[in-house]
């Protein structure tokens, strides 16, 4: 009897469970979401870097005859590559995304009310949400050392060609 009164006091002061349980599903789905997005540009640098890499000595011997490759400035661009690629690989791999367990709910779930088990579902969701945020953060910054690395190739294409 006194769980029940425990149970109704908890009810009365959160009365918001029910609609706040339906933000569980989508908040998962957001983070997925925006993980792929930033895996996405991600690849989508390693790709137009390693695109603009191996064109542009192409069509620099193809314009210029006397093309230097053995340039401190060529040689840098190959650096500046080379650590945009390691940076991009790590910020592929780095981290995973963290979901509620249905098998940690069967194991410590199943056995409460149907309005504590949302609570604690809620809960659990809003602790997932902030490192998986945390991760997505994480990736971004990887991204924006591979867009500096990119800028410093670029920088440095320009000059091996000028010079």
């Known amino acids: 009897m006194k769980n029940d009164l425990n149970e109704k006091a908890l009810e009365l002061r959160y009365p918001s469970v029910e ?3 339906d933000f569980v ?10 993980l792929e997005a930033i895996n996405s540009k991600i690849q989508g640098l390693l790709t137009f870097a ?5 064109a542009i000595p192409v069509i620099a011997k193809a314009i210029f005859n006397d093309a230097n490759f053995h340039s401190v400035w060529f ?24 979901l509620l367990s249905p098998k940690i709910l069967y194991d410590k779930c199943l ?10 579902v809620i809960y659990w ?7 998986n ?7 971004a910054s990887f991204r924006d050392v591979m867009t500096i ?5 670029i920088l440095c294409i320009c000059l091996w060609i000028a010079f």
């Not at 390693?50 to 191996?54: D, G, P, Q, R």
């Not at 840098?76 to 592929?92: D, N």
Request: hydrophobic letters at 50%; a positive charge.
């Open 111 to 120: 056995h409460y009310p149907q309005w504590e088990f949302k609570r604690i």
């Open 75 to 98: 040689y840098l661009v190959i650096a500046s590559f080379a650590f945009l690629v390691i940076v991009g690989v790590i910020g592929l791999r780095v981290g995973k995304i963290i």
């Open 133 to 139: 945020k945390k991760l997505v953060d994480k990736k």
């Open 25 to 34: 599903k989508p908040s998962y789905d957001w983070m997925v979401t925006r």
């Open 19 to 21: 609609h706040a349980y």
């Open 125 to 131: 969701a809003g602790e997932h949400l902030d490192e």
């Open 50 to 54: 390693a695109t603009i890499t191996a």
């Open 149 to 153: 690395a990119l800028l410093v190739e």
